[in-house]
């Protein structure tokens, strides 16, 4: 349980090298992305991705085949207004093909948005120069008036 505690407070700790704006980048748009992702992609591989017409004298097992074909072939939209089938070359250029790449493009965009950050962490660990303990160390500093400590350091 302390092992939990202690990843949760190492995201929720106030961090002073980076804002809200920056947090928003490359943390919660990575996780919103990401999280998304696995929706959708629960929803596809473990739920109904596609809902295809089938005849009614189709078994379960013919419908899930259905199904699992039309996801993997691209599908095309007919409007319920339109009741007859159009012409194939009608077909091939209405189909649909960006349904079964969203979650792919979206895992994708979570790590461009997360990129950046990693970037800096690992260039700032490799220059020595550890920028969050210097800017840690700043914001303990005392807040005083630096015209007094000058005057005290001269006598």
């Not at 996801?71 to 089938?85: A, G, R």
């Not at 950046?116 to 008036?145: E, H, I, M, R």
Request: with cysteine; charged share 25%; glycine share 4%.
């Amino acid at each position: 349980m302390d092992q939990i505690l202690g990843i949760v407070t190492k995201y929720t700790d106030k961090r002073h090298e980076d804002d809200f704006i920056d947090r928003l980048n490359f943390q919660y748009t990575s996780y919103v992305f990401a999280f998304s992702a696995l929706v959708i992609g629960y929803n596809t591989y473990f739920g109904t991705a596609i809902t295809c017409w089938t005849p009614a004298e189709f078994k379960k097992g013919w419908v899930e085949y259905t199904r699992d074909y039309c996801l993997i072939e691209n599908t095309y939209y007919i409007p319920i207004e339109d009741p007859d089938m159009p012409p194939e070359t009608y077909r091939e250029e209405k189909e649909l093909t960006y349904y079964q790449w969203v979650q792919f493009i979206l895992v994708f965009l979570a790590f461009l948005f997360y990129l950046p950050y990693l970037y800096w962490s690992t260039v700032n660990w490799w220059s020595g120069l550890q920028v969050k303990a210097v800017v840690n160390a700043a914001c303990k500093l005392d807040k005083t008036d630096v015209k007094n400590d000058k005057i005290k350091l001269k006598k």
